[in-house]
């Protein structure tokens, strides 16, 4: 039982060594001891005392052993005012289909400025466990990946695998790679054929059969066959196009993709697969038109743009607080339909000159928040493809909604059950009636009140009852928010900085 212990410890050291960007010998020179000592603590082979671990932990900034070290809360005490200036990190989606995209390169990849999140880090444990070398390169969270001569698709870390959907994007690039490989199911559940069919549809072009039993995907590819006239996906998915795009990018010969996403995640992995050598065609359009190559091998630097649904999480927190706050490196054209409807709502705000993103294509501008009396829209507020309102959006407008005079239908059609989530609002003074799973009414203004609530599994709506709870009066707690580091990093310290009183805790 011990030794388990022990072991358990060590891989803890390693993975937060490695998360850390050192190699055994730096992290021994920063404890004043030996590289020896160090492979002996990550192999389980070291008795450690409560002293040592505590200095391992400060030396790589990772707190190793946690006094009940359950699920990480958060305390918010509130109503808050925000000020000051914060800047809008790059893509969470751009990064990870980036990631997944390296596997087309054999040479060295370096991304600039990654969003360090837990989905990124579930990645980078499964690239790891394919023999692929990550490294952490500095503060700005540069990001080198230089891949194996030859992938250990047998050896894929499956627990890492499960806790991301992402994984589903490995088969676009992997066709290329092995004649018959397995990928553990995404996302921790059976997706059963609806949800995977679109990829399957979009892939099988290219020679690609997948069986999915046993919690896995079992893939073949039959070489022969290749892409014979244009491939129309059935359904206008961003993680679908991807797949399509790092398919056709390693096809030597031209492919015709209609129907295609050109959301900003798409176009930021069509701006790198351009930087590999491959040419693309009709990028920001429904038709791409991809010429591949039949092996890339190039050593480039990459830096993804930002982020628009980060960019509208913090507007979200300006307007509900009713604070002036700047806003830099807004993505602009993936937020104009969600700026006009707010326009309509009656935000008021300042939008500087526009500026390129470090990747030379997307337009930034910096936005000043005014304080603001909003109105209920006329219409509906509804999702579409881009150039439509993001998806990802539609939440934020449910916590704006509800400081707003007035009643606003949100319609959110794409997911089965999401909008139900919104409902949560409710625990904090909210009026938020379910209509049916994909749409609910809001009435407003809300004067919200401080409450206990477990965060939502989904994503965005956590986000969502956190900003609720900045303009509530009193103290909220929200509990387990893993969900939120899965694709922000550092939001609560980051509101911090602006003015909210968030304070993370553990239950001991």
């Known amino acids: 039982m011990t030794d388990d212990y022990k072991g358990r410890i060590g891989n803890l050291v390693r993975d937060a060594r490695k998360h850390r960007g050192l190699t055994q010998t730096q992290l021994a020179e920063r404890l004043a001891t030996s590289q020896s000592a160090i492979n002996r603590i990550e192999k389980g082979q070291q008795n450690l005392s409560l002293e040592m671990i505590a200095r391992i932990g400060s030396a790589l900034e990772s707190e190793i052993v946690a006094l009940g070290a359950g699920p990480t809360h958060l305390r918010v005490t509130g109503p808050t005012t925000l000020s000051g200036e914060i800047d809008v990190k790059t893509s969470k989606n751009a990064g990870v289909a980036l990631l997944c995209a390296t596997l087309l390169n054999k040479g060295r990849t370096t991304l600039r400025k990654v969003a360090r999140i837990e989905e990124v ?73 609806r949800t995977v069919e679109p990829h399957m549809a979009a892939l099988r072009p290219f020679g690609l059969q997948v069986k999915a039993t046993d919690g896995s995907y079992h893939a073949s590819v039959d070489p022969k066959i290749q892409p014979g006239r244009p491939i129309v996906l059935t359904e206008r998915g961003d993680t679908v196009t991807e797949n399509a795009l790092m398919a056709a990018a390693l096809h030597p010969g031209t492919t015709v993709i209609r129907n295609a996403s050109s959301n900003y995640m798409v176009q930021d992995l069509c701006f790198y697969l351009q930087k590999l050598g491959v040419t693309v065609e009709g990028i920001g359009t429904t038709t791409l038109t991809v010429t591949g190559l039949e092996e890339i091998d190039v050593d480039l630097e990459y830096a993804p743009s930002e982020d628009p649904i980060e960019a509208m999480s913090l507007l979200a927190a300006a307007i509900v607080t009713s604070s002036e706050i700047t806003i830099r490196r807004v993505p602009i054209e993936f937020m104009e339909i969600e700026l006009a409807t707010l326009e309509e709502m009656g935000f008021s705000y300042e939008r500087g000159a526009e500026y390129a993103a470090l990747n030379g294509k997307t337009r930034l501008v910096d936005i000043v928040t005014k304080r603001s009396m909003l109105r209920a829209p006329l219409d509906k507020i509804h999702p579409m493809p881009f150039p439509g309102l993001n998806i990802d959006n539609l939440p934020f407008f449910a916590v704006i909604a509800a400081v707003a005079q007035g009643q606003t239908l949100l319609h959110d059609w794409v997911y089965e059950n999401r909008a139900i989530y919104l409902t949560e609002l409710n625990k904090l003074g909210g009026q938020v009636k379910l209509l049916d799973p994909h749409r609910v009414m809001i009435e407003g203004p ?63």
């Open 121 to 193: 880090n579930r990645l980078l444990e499964v690239l790891n466990s394919l023999g692929v070398q990550t490294r952490w390169l500095n503060e700005d969270n540069d990001l080198e990946i230089i891949p194996p001569k030859v992938l250990r698709l047998d050896a894929i870390d499956e627990a890492a695998a499960r806790r991301t959907r992402s994984v589903i994007m490995f088969l676009g690039p992997l066709l290329h790679r092995s004649e018959e490989f397995q990928l553990p199911y995404a996302g921790g559940c059976n997706l059963g054929e």
């Open 446 to 508: 809300t004067h919200f009140s401080g409450t206990e609530i477990v965060c939502p599994p989904a994503l965005r709506p956590a986000v969502v009852i956190l900003l609720a709870m900045l303009a509530a009066k009193g103290t909220s707690v929200l509990r387990s928010t893993y969900v939120i580091a899965r694709g922000y990093e550092d939001l609560a310290e980051r509101l911090n900085q602006l003015g909210a009183n968030i304070e993370p805790f553990r239950d001991i």
